[in-house]
């Protein structure tokens, strides 16, 4: 049976190669291009040629952009079921873009045919050598593309061995398993794709078989034939289909439609389900939109490291005190420089609190990440031995004001 040609032109067409074109460009030309990468060198993310730092971003953010994401995700399953899959899947328009051009390149160089008995004629040379050429350029422009979401490769310092090897020895080789062995069955085995699937209702948007008042008898299953997924969508159960909507346009009695499935062609259960994720989705966004009010300019954690070899400190000026030393890893989040003095609040210790180089105070750069190494001395016989825990601040040396305040231990050992 002669298959039906796919490819007439059809506002459905229009729109799903639209989709994917401007799918495949958001998501493999934007790096290329700059307006999308991640720097590992400096944390953070440049998005249309703008710095945005990840460690200015709290957990408590994170937690709501995904919980954001995941909502959204499901009204958008339950309003369009699989639509993602046909429509803007880079993965399928991947497939299709590389089963078209082999299919040109078998037209082209294939002896095609079947010899006599049935037996099918072997690719020649030619063909198979320009068939795993294609694969390989086609795997090589997505290992760049991807690969530019982490390395600049617009910049000659980035062209060094270290950048390079993972691309190589990784992802190309992935892509060539993808575009070879795993072509035939992800679709069928994408857990993304039965997410959406089991998510999606009756009624949602997607491909259902309604004909007028009459079933279609005559029809040589064109509708069959043009599906990649192979279903025949007068006896398919439409969760499992991606709606690509090959179908609809190769039907000639238009028996096949896309839309909403639901009765009378509408959105037939637009009550509270829809109406609930919405209310949750702006709440959430309100609580996106609050979350920078909420983040400290500077934040910073500390760990006494030398409990046990820093109680007999050698120096004159310290004799008969205790020393502890702390390692301060601390963070600017804003975007100025901004000065810092370890301090611990409490009369129990001296004022020979110092900084590594004898220094008052440090100088955080914006938005970057300092290593301040702090002594605390407690006099003999002012604590008793053990552990002890006080408050430390990082304070303004001009102000006196504390920007962030953690709880630390000290320790006082047994003599």
């Given at each position: 049976m002669e298959k039906i040609?796919?490819?007439?032109?059809?506002?459905?067409?229009?729109?799903?190669?639209?989709?994917?074109?401007?799918?495949?460009?958001?998501?493999?030309?934007?790096?290329?291009?700059?307006?999308?990468?991640?720097?590992?060198?400096?944390?953070?993310?440049?998005?249309?040629?703008?710095q945005i730092y990840l460690n200015s971003v709290s957990v408590y953010e994170v937690t709501l952009f995904l919980s954001f994401l995941i909502i959204l995700g499901y009204l958008i399953y339950l309003l369009f079921g699989r639509v993602w899959c046909g429509f803007f899947c880079p993965q399928l328009t991947?497939?299709?873009?590389?089963?078209?051009?082999?299919?040109?390149?078998?037209?082209?160089?294939?002896?095609?045919?079947?010899?006599?008995?049935?037996?099918?004629?072997?690719?020649?040379?030619?063909?198979k050598f320009s068939v795993y050429l294609?694969?390989?350029?086609?795997?090589?422009?997505?290992?760049?593309?991807?690969?530019?979401?982490?390395?600049?490769?617009?910049?000659?310092?980035?062209?060094?061995?270290?950048?390079?090897?993972?691309?190589?020895?990784?992802?190309?080789?992935?892509?060539?398993?993808?575009?070879?062995?795993?072509?035939?069955?992800?679709?069928?085995?994408?857990?993304?794709?039965?997410?959406?699937?089991?998510?999606?209702?009756?009624?949602?948007?997607?491909?259902?078989y309604k004909p007028s008042g009459t079933v279609c008898k005559t029809c040589a299953a064109y509708c069959k034939d043009a599906c990649p997924q192979g279903f025949d969508p007068r006896n398919t159960h439409f969760r499992t289909c991606f709606n690509c909507a090959k179908c609809v346009d190769a039907c000639p009695e238009k028996f096949i439609k896309f839309g909403f499935r639901g009765k009378n062609n509408r959105l037939s259960f637009l009550n509270y389900k829809a109406g609930f994720l919405v209310v949750v989705l702006f709440a959430i966004g309100g609580l996106m939109y609050l979350a920078p009010f909420r983040v400290g300019k500077i934040r910073f954690t500390a760990a006494n490291?030398?409990?046990?070899?820093?109680?007999?400190?050698?120096?004159?000026?310290?004799?008969?005190?205790?020393?502890?030393?702390?390692?301060?890893?601390?963070?600017?989040?804003t975007g100025k420089k901004i000065a810092v003095k370890p301090e611990i609040n409490s009369p129990v210790f001296s004022k020979h609190q110092f900084l590594k180089g004898q220094k008052s105070f440090t100088v955080l750069n914006p938005h970057g990440k300092e290593r301040i190494i702090f002594y605390a001395g407690v006099k003999k016989g002012a604590l008793s031995p053990g552990i002890h825990d006080f408050k430390m601040s990082l304070i303004s040396p001009k102000t006196g004001k504390p920007f962030e305040t953690n709880t630390v231990s000290v320790y006082i050992p047994h003599i």
């Open positions: 040609k796919d490819s007439k032109i059809t506002g459905l067409l229009i729109l799903r190669r639209f989709t994917q074109i401007l799918i495949v460009f958001l998501l493999f030309l934007t790096p290329v291009l700059g307006f999308v990468r991640l720097d590992k060198k400096t944390d953070s993310i440049m998005f249309l040629h703008r991947i497939y299709e873009f590389r089963d078209y051009v082999i299919n040109k390149i078998k037209k082209l160089l294939g002896k095609g045919g079947i010899k006599r008995g049935g037996s099918k004629v072997k690719p020649g040379f030619a063909e294609f694969i390989g350029i086609l795997s090589a422009a997505l290992t760049y593309s991807l690969s530019s979401y982490f390395i600049n490769f617009n910049s000659l310092g980035s062209l060094n061995l270290e950048n390079i090897i993972y691309p190589l020895l990784v992802v190309f080789p992935l892509f060539i398993m993808d575009l070879t062995v795993l072509r035939p069955k992800m679709c069928d085995y994408c857990l993304y794709g039965y997410t959406q699937s089991s998510l999606s209702d009756e009624n949602s948007i997607g491909i259902s490291y030398n409990l046990y070899h820093y109680w007999n400190y050698n120096s004159p000026r310290l004799k008969g005190y205790f020393l502890n030393k702390f390692v301060i890893n601390a963070t600017n989040f």
